[in-house]
């Protein structure tokens, strides 16, 4: 008999249920559960609720988990994150099942964030296609190779909604709009979940940080939050809904606290809003030491914390042991109710069940699919598509994008000839050699090798005080960071652009200057980038600024400089290929920003759907609400980003303009390509409402069409506004609408826009 059918026999023999319950419905997997749990000790269902490392990669957080093995021996162990491949995966599979005493299958989680082999454009990148199919299919492909490696379970979408960008972790979400990124955060799931989690090549989701992450004061990691309910609800929560109601089997707390209180012991948000308000019947883990870190907090010491994430609604405990080492003390005090522990011990294992692991827990372990699903050409295919549409021109001054084939380009830039930073941040199994470089790209999309002259021209960042930090978290190799000095590199570059007809500049950040842990106060190309774009520029020869980074950065000494600006983000293993592709015209790009990017830090936040103030300004009046030494509005609004060719967008017409109730008006607005290249554009809907019971955002997306287009060509793109559209949250809490006009604005972003009213009235 082959090992895996002795395993089932075992399994079959232990859970009686197992045939009919893995293909039956709810009833069936509560008798299934119900029937482990009955075998269970204390000890073992404290066991399911713990979480450690297998401590491969990064250990992100104050300590890495200790004795794993023997824990999952000892039945004290539910799930292990951080490892993959199906070797490494079965070792710890074949303990728990072979040689822990009730044979419980592990989960295995982890940061599965923008792809696992292939990977993907950042997905702040991939929010800016305004593609929901397109992220769907990415999440499909992610979802495919990281189960095939042994992963049941990853720890995406991250749906924080962020305002700041001095946030590192804007790099990992859709940006500062609640609907699109609630669009997206659906998708991702659709995406990972399939059409069943019991398929092999299904992953749960675990939509995270739960709640309210991408608000941490001052954009600094790990940081408080403090916001009210209106703000909350309106803003806020919407992606994390959308994403369990799209079906997420799992979601993570969030480090910050939140009105007084940690995510991860606040009963209010993990049991009220969660289960009572929202229904949600999956499991919560906390995200990394968050239960342990409630001490920090100064919520008690390791028994009282862990016994209040508990009893709040926390399931699952990652990395601190509070739960395995406290619990059954707590129980044993009347601090924590069986019950409580029941639950928790419940989903956990309802998880377990749901992605067919009591029937076979080698379901994802299989080293041939392993073998044969990595890295396919269709999924680099997809990878190479993801990133073109990423893509957002920021600037073309005279079309000086795309370029011409037979133009010489001088590329220069401490980003261009780079594996590792293309990748981004969040990359666990993906392979930076896989990565194309911008310079390989561009060698052969030119053809001829000799059209490219490549100088690095500088280092990432030579700031003595982040290359110090940098050197002591081992993301630089220690000793001087440059590879020559800093005038000789910018001597190399300007060789080569003397011999350049364009000069391409690809500058920026590294991956680990965005992501988890890499918040900045300033967040401007680094100054030695700068120095060498200053020089580039003084040359007088057309500057095309190629971005990669993981956050909307300053840019107004760029904008007004440099003849036109690409940002690319960090577009993973295809990036170089895919920005090849677009600078030489064989792609357009259409992307569209989800974020806006300041003009200053100053500025911070910085967001389209701001709200009007009592004394909006007025360039006439002082005494309006401004700043005196710059602009209000950002650089590039929500929503932005040119293509190489013209579009004109029309004012919208609206097929009625006073309505009743429940009816339904239409929008139409005619887009015409009025330059000389194919291309697509993102007609976006906006309705704002000047006259409410509360205030209301100056304006809220409400819907978009991507419309692509022949030179000359028109289409006619049609938007239903529904009384949905027309919703917010009053003081109350209720979601309802209040009658009214509404201005309906429609154009190619945020604040390009044309508009027409219309008068809507509640039904009789
Ligand atoms: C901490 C991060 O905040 C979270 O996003 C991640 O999933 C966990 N560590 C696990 O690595």
Not at 598 to 612: A, D, E, F, R, T
């Amino acid at each position: 008999m082959q090992p895996r059918s002795i395993v089932f026999v075992l399994l079959a023999s232990l859970f009686p249920f197992l045939g009919k319950a893995q293909s039956g419905g709810h009833a069936a997997m509560d008798q299934f559960v119900s029937g482990l749990m009955k075998k269970m000790t204390l000890d073992e269902k404290i066991g399911q609720l713990n979480l450690p490392t297998g401590g491969n990669f990064t250990i992100t957080g104050p300590q890495p988990s200790q004795d794993v093995e023997d824990k999952i021996r000892k039945g004290e162990v539910g799930g292990v994150f951080s490892i993959y491949t199906p070797e490494a995966i079965r070792k710890e599979q074949d303990i728990a099942v072979h040689e822990s005493r009730l044979h419980i299958p592990l989960i295995i989680g982890l940061d599965v964030i923008h792809g696992h082999k292939t990977i993907f454009p950042i997905p702040l990148g991939m929010s800016c296609t305004w593609d929901t199919t397109l992220i769907e299919d990415a999440a499909r492909i992610a979802a495919t190779e990281a189960s095939a490696d042994g992963v049941d379970w990853v720890f995406s979408p991250m749906v924080d909604i962020a305002r700041d960008p001095r946030w590192g972790r804007v790099a990992e979400g859709s940006g500062e709009d609640p609907w699109l990124g609630s669009l997206i955060a659906a998708a991702v799931v659709r995406g990972y979940q399939g059409k069943s989690l019991e398929d092999t090549n299904t992953v749960m989701a675990c939509v995270k940080h739960f709640a309210l992450y991408g608000a941490v004061e001052g954009g600094r990691e790990y940081n408080s939050v403090d916001m009210s309910p209106l703000k909350m609800y309106q803003y806020y929560l919407p992606p994390y809904h959308a994403a369990l109601e799209a079906g997420a089997g799992s979601i993570m707390t969030s480090f910050n606290d939140l009105d007084g209180l940690p995510s991860t012991a606040n009963h209010w948000l993990l049991t009220d809003l969660l289960r009572k308000q929202w229904g949600f019947r999956g499991f919560v883990v906390s995200d990394y030491t968050a239960v342990s870190e409630l001490s920090n907090h100064g919520l008690g010491d390791l028994q009282a914390v862990s016994a209040r994430a508990l009893k709040a609604g926390t399931d699952m405990d990652m990395v601190s042991e509070g739960f395995l080492k406290t619990l059954k003390k707590s129980v044993q005090e009347g601090k924590v109710s069986m019950a409580d522990i029941d639950r928790a011990c419940r989903l956990v294992l309802e998880a377990k069940y749901k992605l067919g692991l009591f029937k076979n827990p080698y379901l994802r372990i299989n080293e041939q699919r392993a073998h044969a699903s990595m890295t396919t050409p269709e999924s680099l295919e997809m990878a190479k598509k993801v990133a073109e549409h990423s893509f957002v021109l920021l600037k073309n001054e005279n079309q000086t994008l795309p370029l011409s084939r037979s133009s010489t380009i001088a590329l220069v830039g401490p980003l261009a000839d780079d594996q590792d930073d293309l990748q981004g941040a969040w990359v666990l199994a993906g392979d930076p050699k896989k990565v194309i470089t911008i310079r390989q790209g561009l060698d052969q999309a030119a053809g001829d090798s000799s059209r490219v002259i490549y100088a690095r021209g500088s280092d990432i960042t030579d700031d003595p005080f982040m290359v110090e930090k940098m050197i002591r978290y081992h993301l630089l190799p220690p000793g001087p960071p440059r590879q020559k000095d800093s005038a000789g590199m910018v001597r190399e570059a300007l060789q080569a652009a003397s011999k350049a007809d364009v000069i391409v500049a690809v500058l920026g950040e590294s991956e680990s200057m965005s992501g988890e842990a890499a918040s900045r106060s300033d967040i401007g190309i680094p100054a030695c980038q700068e120095s060498l774009l200053h020089a580039l520029v003084a040359t007088g020869k057309p500057v095309v600024l190629v971005l990669v980074n993981g956050r909307p950065l300053t840019l107004p000494w760029e904008e007004s400089h440099c003849a036109a600006i690409l940002e690319t983000w960090a577009g993973g293993t295809e990036g170089g290929a895919a920005i090849a592709d677009v600078l030489y015209g064989a792609y357009n790009p259409s992307g569209k920003l989800t974020m806006s990017f300041p003009l200053s830090v100053g500025q911070i936040p910085v967001y389209y759907n701001h709200k009007n103030t009592g004394r909006p300004f007025d360039p006439n009046n002082k005494y309006t609400s401004q700043y005196l030494d710059i602009p209000n509005d950002p650089l590039f609004p929500f929503g932005f980003g040119l293509s190489y060719t013209s579009f004109s967008c029309s004012a919208p017409s609206l097929d009625r303009t006073r309505l009743t109730g429940d009816q339904q008006a239409v929008a139409t607005v005619t887009v015409t390509n009025t330059g000389k290249y194919p291309g697509t554009e993102t007609v976006q809907l906006y309705i704002s409402q000047p006259t409410a019971t509360l205030t209301r955002s100056v304006e809220d997306l409400k819907g978009f069409r991507k419309v692509f287009l022949e030179p000359g060509k028109s289409a006619q793109v049609r938007f239903t506004i529904t009384p949905d559209d027309l919703k917010y949250y009053h003081m109350n809490l209720d979601y309802d609408w209040d009658p009214g006009t509404f201005i309906i604005r429609t154009g190619p972003n945020s604040r390009d826009v044309q508009s027409a009213s219309l008068v809507w009235k509640k039904g009789p």
